[in-house]
């Protein structure tokens, strides 16, 4: 079966430092993959997608990047963090396909505190 | 453009009440539909999808959505409450787009389950 895993759970750092949140997903070959972001008591904001290796696709202009260096990894990352970075960052995964009715499935998340 | 709309952001139910949440969307086309839950600090979890057929679908812990297209509505039911349905709900439409699958969601909705 499909697992997918992010870390770290929880991070907290300063303004102005660099950020690497990881999410990697087992079981399945050439996923599509997502990084959203939770803001408090709101909804989901998609952040990237791709649908290959070294291909990604932003959705909003923002303080941060993803990369995707191997099939089923997945990575957000920031060289200097904003206040307004701090959130719920979720990374998911679904079947590649050009369609729409895959679901998509989700890691437990990290919890992203800016000092 | 697609969209989702879930008027209820907060609804307080008692256990072993009956619960309806409800859910609107915008779509041009047939479309695919989902509801996620999420628990506090935890990611989302898929509880039903709809793509054709029965518009009646049966999900996981108990739930039922009911598609109706001439109210462009999917609802999510439960018979009766448990105090561990306690979350955040989501409503989703999958769209189509040039290069992926995505899904778009709606802002959620808080159930609390009163004693």
């Known amino acids: 079966s499909q697992t997918i895993h992010q870390w770290p759970a929880t991070l907290v750092q300063p303004v102005g430092s660099p950020l690497s949140l990881e999410c990697t997903v087992e079981?399945?070959?050439?996923?599509?993959l997502y990084w959203y972001r939770q803001a408090a008591g709101r909804g989901l904001q998609l952040l990237f997608y791709?649908?290959?290796?070294?291909?990604i696709s932003s959705e909003v202009p923002q303080n941060l990047s993803a990369s995707r260096p191997q099939d089923r990894q997945f990575i957000l990352s920031s060289k200097k963090l904003l206040l307004s970075d701090s959130g719920f960052y979720l990374c998911a995964w679904s079947v590649g396909s050009r369609t729409s009715n895959q679901p998509q499935h989700f890691g437990d998340g990290t919890r992203l505190s800016i000092l | 453009a697609q969209s989702v709309t879930q008027p209820d952001i907060h609804i307080t139910v008692s256990e072993g009440a009956s619960l309806e949440l409800r859910c609107n969307y915008s779509y041009g086309a047939t479309p695919y539909l989902f509801w996620y839950v999420q628990s506090p600090g935890q990611g989302l979890q898929l509880l039903l999808k709809?793509?054709?057929?029965?518009?009646l679908v049966q999900g996981i812990k108990g739930f039922e959505a009911e598609f109706k297209r001439s109210q462009s509505s999917f609802n999510l039911r439960k018979p009766s409450v448990h105090w561990s349905d306690a979350a955040e709900y989501f409503c989703a439409v999958g769209a189509l787009y040039s290069s992926a699958s995505k899904i778009i969601f709606g802002s959620g909705t808080r159930l609390s389950i009163r004693p």
């Open positions: 079981g399945t070959s050439n996923p599509n």
């Open positions: 791709s649908v290959g290796i070294g291909q």
């Open positions: 709809y793509f054709s057929g029965d518009t």
